[in-house]
């Protein structure tokens, strides 16, 4: 039979193990993200360079307006969809994180309420009312706990959801 302490430090054991998820999430997601930015930096000054080349060679003013024009839409069109691919990376992490919270709200909750449960089996109570009381006070317990973690999921996912607010697609 597992001691409290074991019971305590298996609880602790899954917590780390979460929080170190969470970690390498994010340090995924930021990696992708400088990734993506050395990639569209990198593209933007290889373009620029040749757009100065082109233009240095040009002789006439409407050409090099043209020139000018098209670096422009070409450098607001990388940008966007740099911008766009940013937005992608962080809103799937999110939802991995809203996932991984989530899970870690039902079961670590499952979890205390189990080793409360075992904690209070092993007592030497041999009244059956309080018995009962017991049984109906980790009832109740069990009951509110569920509410809470129910309570923190949804407001999670609301707070990741652009906005701040639960969309429907």
């Given amino acids: 039979m597992a001691t409290k302490q074991d019971q305590i430090n298996e609880l602790q054991k899954k917590n780390l193990e979460a929080a170190v998820r969470l970690?390498?999430?994010?340090?995924?997601?930021?990696?992708?993200?400088?990734?993506?930015?050395?990639?569209?930096?990198?593209?933007?000054?290889?373009?620029?360079?040749?757009?100065?080349?082109?233009?240095?060679?040009?002789k006439d003013p409407k050409q090099a307006i043209e020139l000018r024009t098209q670096y422009a839409q070409s450098?607001?069109?990388?940008?966007?969809?740099?911008?766009?691919e940013m937005a992608e990376l962080t809103n799937r992490t999110q939802a991995e994180v809203g996932k991984l919270v989530g899970e870690q709200l039902s079961t670590g909750g499952k979890d205390m309420f189990e080793a409360m449960q075992k904690m209070f089996t092993g007592m030497p109570i041999t009244d059956q009312n309080a018995m009962t009381a017991l049984q109906t006070a980790m009832d109740t317990t069990r009951s509110a706990f569920e509410q809470m973690t129910r309570a923190s999921s949804e407001a999670f996912q609301m707070f990741t959801q652009p906005g701040g607010t639960k969309t429907k697609k």
């Fill in 75 to 84: 450098t607001t069109e990388k940008m966007l969809s740099c911008a766009r």
């Fill in 23 to 58: 970690a390498q999430m994010s340090i995924e997601n930021s990696q992708r993200i400088m990734e993506l930015q050395v990639a569209v930096a990198k593209s933007l000054f290889e373009e620029g360079v040749e757009n100065a080349k082109a233009l240095s060679s040009v």
